[in-house]
């Protein structure tokens, strides 16, 4: 079963304007922790914000908020302020920590342009 | 957090030959990753890399395609074996860092490989 589900392929947003990014996840872990990325088309993936399974707070990060939905098992990503140079692919992605392996479930992207 | 590098960035190789990418880390880490992103998709996880042991491979890959080594807790190269032109991927090797229970997980920049 897919553990994580991003439903937006490509998403377009005015520049200065906020945007969110769809991310569901499936666990029946107690304790997991839920990651965004960012791929702009150099490859490279560039860490932007963690929310911890037991965190009373929603993580925020600059520019960058998760929106944490424990019950609903969502974690949207806002990007708030959009700049140009926030174009690119975004992936969440979880870890459980059951599994002692430590490794990162991703999901299919969305990708975002940031039009002037 | 720890700053990743990772060499070569990109190369052009003939099927059937081999590369080894290697990965290099600031700081000494516990676990260090390879992952795979295939054209137009997500990341997998090749393998989890620990000083001193045997790489754990996930299902599909293979120790004889895609050997590890990890001699010391800051580096650790990833060899594509006798290629083919599906191994055409951005290879990323990966590191937990960050606080500690955090479980932040960064990426080096990828080697992008085109197997002609």
């Known amino acids: 079963a897919q553990k994580i589900t991003q439903t937006q392929p490509g998403m377009f947003v005015q520049e200065k304007e906020a945007v969110t990014l769809d991310c569901t996840y499936d666990?029946?872990?107690?304790?997991?922790?839920l990651f965004w990325y960012k791929q702009p088309s150099s490859g490279e993936m560039i860490f932007l914000i963690y929310?911890?399974?037991?965190?009373?707070q929603n993580a925020t990060e600059g520019r960058y908020s998760l929106n944490f939905q424990k019950a609903r098992k969502s974690a949207n990503l806002v990007i708030s302020a959009s700049q140009l140079g926030d174009s690119a692919m975004y992936f969440c992605a979880m870890r459980e920590s059951s599994s002692n392996d430590y490794k990162l479930s991703f999901g299919a992207g969305t990708t975002v342009t940031v039009r002037a | 957090s720890a700053v990743i590098s990772q060499k070569p960035s990109r190369d052009i190789c003939q099927r059937g030959t081999s590369l080894t990418i290697q990965c290099q880390v600031d700081?000494?880490?516990?676990?260090m990753f390879w992952y795979r992103q295939q054209p137009g998709q997500s990341l997998t996880l090749i393998a989890t890399a620990n000083q001193g042991s045997e790489a754990t491979y996930e299902s599909g890959f293979v120790i004889d395609k895609f050997p590890i080594s990890r001699p010391n807790l800051t580096f650790s190269t990833l060899t594509v074996s006798n290629m083919s032109p599906e191994d055409s991927s951005i290879y990323l090797c990966?590191?937990?860092?960050?606080?500690?229970?955090?479980?932040?997980?960064?990426f080096g920049p990828g080697t992008r490989l085109t197997v002609t």
């Open positions: 700081s000494q880490v516990t676990m």
């Open positions: 990966s590191v937990e860092d960050g606080e500690p229970g955090s479980y932040e997980q960064y």
């Open positions: 929310q911890g399974s037991y965190d009373q």
């Open positions: 666990t029946s872990d107690p304790s997991y922790g």
